[in-house]
C-alpha cells in the first residue's frame, strides 16, 4: 500500500502523514524542505532562485520516491508526505517561461519512472488558516510567506486535483484539528479508512 498526504505548505502534510503510517505500521517517507540550499534564498528573490528551487527538489524527490520500486529498500506500506507532482504545481506558479520549458523536459522523462500511489488525501484549506499554522511552526524562511502567494498556491492545487486521474480524498482541513483533538483525529484517520477499503487498497 503507497499512500500519500497531499496540499499547501502550512497544512498539515507531515503531521497527518506521520499519523497515518503508524495506524497501517507503515514506513515514513517524508519530502526534502529545510536541506534545499536554495531555499532560503528564493523567498528573499525568487526571480533569482526560482529555477535551482525547482531542479533541487525535483531530483531529490525523484530519488526518495525512485527507492520505492526497488525491491528490498521498503519492507511494506508506504505513506509520504507529498506526492511527486507537487513539484509541477510549484514550478508552474514560480518559473519563467524558458525556465519551465527546460524544467518540463526534466520532468518528463523522470515522473514515468515513479510508482503510482493507491490513494492520495488531497488536505485543503485557506490562505488564512495556512497563514496561522504556518507561522506556529516557525520555520525562519517562511517568515515572509503572503496570503496572496498562499492564495495563488491553493487555486493550482484545486485546479490539479479536479481533474487528478488516480484515486482521491479530498479533505476540508480546516474541519479537524487533528494534532490537537485526538476526536478530529480519529475521524480523519477513520475518513482515509473508508476510503483505502473503498478502493480495495488495504487487504486483511
Do not use: C
Request: charged share 25%; net charge negative; no cysteine.
Amino acid at each position: 500500500m503507497y499512500v500519500v498526504v497531499e496540499g499547501p505548505i502550512g497544512v498539515g502534510k507531515t503531521s497527518l502523514a506521520g499519523r497515518l503510517a503508524a495506524r497501517y505500521g507503515a514506513e515514513l517517507n517524508l519530502e526534502v524542505v529545510e536541506e534545499n540550499p536554495f531555499l532560503a534564498r528564493f523567498y528573499e528573490a525568487p526571480e533569482v532562485y526560482a529555477f535551482q528551487v525547482q531542479v533541487f527538489f525535483l531530483l531529490s524527490r525523484f530519488k526518495q520516491l525512485s527507492a520505492l520500486a526497488q525491491p528490498g529498500l521498503w519492507s511494506g506500506h508506504v505513506v509520504s508526505d507529498y506526492l511527486f507532482d507537487k513539484d509541477f504545481i510549484f514550478a508552474a506558479m514560480n518559473l519563467r517561461e524558458a525556465e519551465f520549458a527546460l524544467y518540463k523536459d526534466l520532468y518528463a522523462h523522470l515522473s514515468p519512472r515513479l510508482p503510482t500511489p493507491d490513494l492520495v488525501v488531497y488536505l485543503r484549506a485557506e490562505p488564512g488558516l495556512l497563514l496561522s499554522r504556518i507561522e506556529k511552526r516557525g520555520r525562519p524562511f517562511e517568515r515572509a510567506m503572503q496570503a496572496a502567494y498562499l492564495a495563488e498556491l491553493t487555486a493550482r492545487y484545486d485546479e490539479y486535483f479536479r481533474t487528478y486521474p488516480g484515486r482521491l480524498l479530498m479533505v476540508d482541513a480546516s474541519g479537524y484539528d487533528f494534532v490537537g483533538s485526538a476526536q478530529d483525529e480519529q475521524a480523519i484517520l477513520g475518513r482515509v479508512d473508508e476510503a483505502l477499503r473503498a478502493e480495495g487498497a488495504v487487504r486483511g
